[in-house]
């Protein structure tokens, strides 16, 4: 009885084993199938990207091929006719010195050694980077396509770094580029002078002179540009960026162009531009200082922030100059005034007794003092208000407001 209780308690044991084998071979045979598929995938991709790659680079290529040929046929071009203006000169300058009028009327044969010895200079001039010329400057329709950069975080101007636009986004491209100073305007110098100047340098022609030294003038700041393309909505990503770097903590200002502080826009179109700038506190070596500015434009879904450093500082308009003050009139003014003026019947002020009252009043934002005028018989005939800026009032104690009379 005990041993087919044992019996059945192994067979038990061996079909829980089984099965638990069972799922174990099912799971490797899962986790082998999601190896399979991920490598297929991850290979998939993998080829996707490096055809893409090779699509560019052979577009690139194209390009490239292209702008050599169109550059070599310029080139060529160019020196065609370099090559004839130069013989042109050559028979012009050489015909008194025996050259085709002393072979009896044939033409000199220099002119075609000259173009065969220009052609594979300039050739051989192409293949050393000629082309390069023409691929980035010197043809309108070719150009080197710009790489998009990483978004930034951070702006850096002279090494100090600035919160940048709040973007993100893979639909969002930014592209950064240099923007040299403007050079410095050529002093105009008069057709006299020059060709004064011209005979001089003919006449001391064959003399050494020792090089002039020119004064170096230091390098202008060179300002940096950020393109954002692509923005769903850059007027207001603009207005937010100005607002939360108008804050104490930030130190930006809203300037005008003579770095002025001005109110910001009251509100943000469809395209505009708005600058911001601070003032940077020198160090104890008196190195640093100077202004911080960023140039905000926006049109369309784009926008472009300019990082530059101007000459001046940032500051607040002049304080209005307050107009003069009416000079104040007292008791005697109002005694010399006519009784009509204030209301009253009669000839003269000698009539009634004005009695100024303590205290003081406050009336469109002056301090005013109160005289109340009485008749002969001590009659109250009306309280009145002498202002600190010139001003007289009267009560009218029905509507328990005063009304302004004319001293005139």
């Known amino acids: 009885m005990k041993q087919d209780k044992a019996d059945k308690i192994i067979q038990r044991a061996e079909r829980k084993a089984a099965k638990a084998a069972k799922q174990v071979e099912l799971a490797g045979k899962k986790a082998e199938a999601a190896k399979q598929k991920q490598a297929a995938l991850a290979e998939k991709k993998a080829a996707q990207v490096a055809k893409a790659a090779e699509k560019k680079a052979a577009k690139h290529t194209k390009k490239a091929e292209q702008a050599t040929k169109k550059a070599q046929q310029a080139a060529q071009k160019a020196a065609e006719k370099k090559a004839k203006a130069a013989a042109k000169a050559a028979s012009k300058t050489g015909g008194g010195e025996g050259g085709e009028e002393a072979e009896g009327g044939k033409k000199k044969k220099g ?8 052609i594979p200079v300039l050739v051989a001039a192409i293949g050393g980077g000629v082309w390069f010329f023409f691929l980035r400057g010197g043809g309108e329709e070719e ?7 990483a978004i930034p975080m951070e702006y850096l101007l002279n090494e100090a770094p600035i919160t940048a636009l709040p973007v993100w986004g893979d639909e969002v491209l930014v592209y950064q580029e240099e923007v040299p100073p403007e050079p410095a305007p050529e002093p105009e110098e008069d057709a006299e002078d020059g060709e004064s100047k011209e005979g001089e340098s003919q006449e001391e022609e064959g003399k050494e ?3 002039a030294q020119e ?14 393309e692509g923005l769903k909505n850059p007027a207001g990503l603009i207005s937010a960026y100005t607002a939360v770097m108008s804050t104490e903590d930030a130190g930006f200002s809203v300037v005008d162009e003579t770095l002025l502080r001005i109110d910001p826009p009251e509100e943000y179109g469809a395209r505009g531009s708005v600058q911001l700038a601070r003032n940077m506190p020198k160090a104890e070596d008196g190195s640093g200082g100077g202004v911080q500015s960023l140039l905000l434009s926006w049109e369309g879904n784009n926008c472009s922030v300019l990082l530059d450093m101007p000459e001046g500082r940032v500051h607040d308009p002049k304080p209005e100059t307050p107009a003069a003050a009416a000079p104040r009139k007292g008791l005697a003014d109002l005694e010399s ?4 003026k204030l209301g009253l019947p009669g000839e003269s002020m000698e009539a009634y007794k004005l009695i100024p009252q303590e205290g003081s009043f406050r009336i469109a934002g002056s301090i005013s003092t109160r005289v109340n005028i009485y008749d002969k018989n001590n009659q109250f005939m009306g309280g009145y208000f002498l202002s600190t800026d010139g001003k007289l009032y009267k009560l009218d104690e029905e509507a328990n407001a005063v009304v302004e009379l004319d001293w005139e």
């Open 215 to 228: 004064a170096e003038e230091e390098p202008g700041f060179t300002r940096t540009l950020y393109r954002y």
């Open 209 to 211: 002179e020792a090089p």
């Open 111 to 118: 002119k075609k050694k000259l173009i065969l010895i220009l």
């Open 337 to 340: 005034l006519h009784p009509s």
């Open 143 to 149: 150009e080197v396509p710009q790489e998009p950069i």
